[in-house]
């Protein structure tokens, strides 16, 4: 197969299954949620991960990828799930199959951060050091 330019995680996956995908969700949304969990312990808040929603009509046909809509926070995460092994997805090399998430091709574990969104107004940053050193001008 000829190169596209992109990396080889986001080639088609082959023999492509609905069931494998929907397994890699339902690990994927676990992982979200564990994110989720340690924004609490770090930022003071906790994200609310809702329930995915099957789109079967933003399937992407011949990619070997599934699409789900996730709401995180209260913003929609658009995901197209490989439907191949949960190791080789969450896979280290260049090779492992990408998540597609909102247009953007990304490896599990890049994904997985990136679905939790910061919050419009971040406490953490009102007042404290950030205010003190912005005033000190």
């Known amino acids: 197969m000829a190169r596209t330019g ?12 609905l ?5 890699n969700m339902a690990a994927f949304v676990e992982e979200v949620r564990i994110r989720a969990a340690l ?22 046909p ?11 926070n209260g913003q929609d995460q658009h995901i197209l ?4 092994d949960l190791t080789a ?3 280290l090399s ?3 199959p990408c998540l597609k998430m909102n247009d953007s091709w990304s490896w599990w574990n890049d994904a997985a951060g990136a679905a939790v969104p910061l919050p419009a107004r971040q406490p953490w940053l009102d007042g404290g050091i950030a205010r003190v050193r912005s005033e000190l001008g």
């Not at 799930?81 to 191949?84: E, K, L, S, V, Y």
């Open 81 to 84: 799930m490989p439907d191949t």
């Open 6 to 17: 992109q990396s080889d995680g986001a080639l088609p996956v082959e023999g492509a299954t």
């Open 94 to 96: 260049s090779a492992a």
């Open 62 to 72: 011949g990619t070997g990828r599934y699409a789900w809509t996730l709401p995180v």
């Open 19 to 23: 069931a494998v995908a929907e397994t």
């Open 89 to 91: 997805v969450k896979g």
């Open 39 to 60: 924004q609490g312990e770090v930022r003071g808040y906790t994200p609310e991960v809702g329930v995915p929603v099957r789109n079967a009509a933003a399937d992407e």
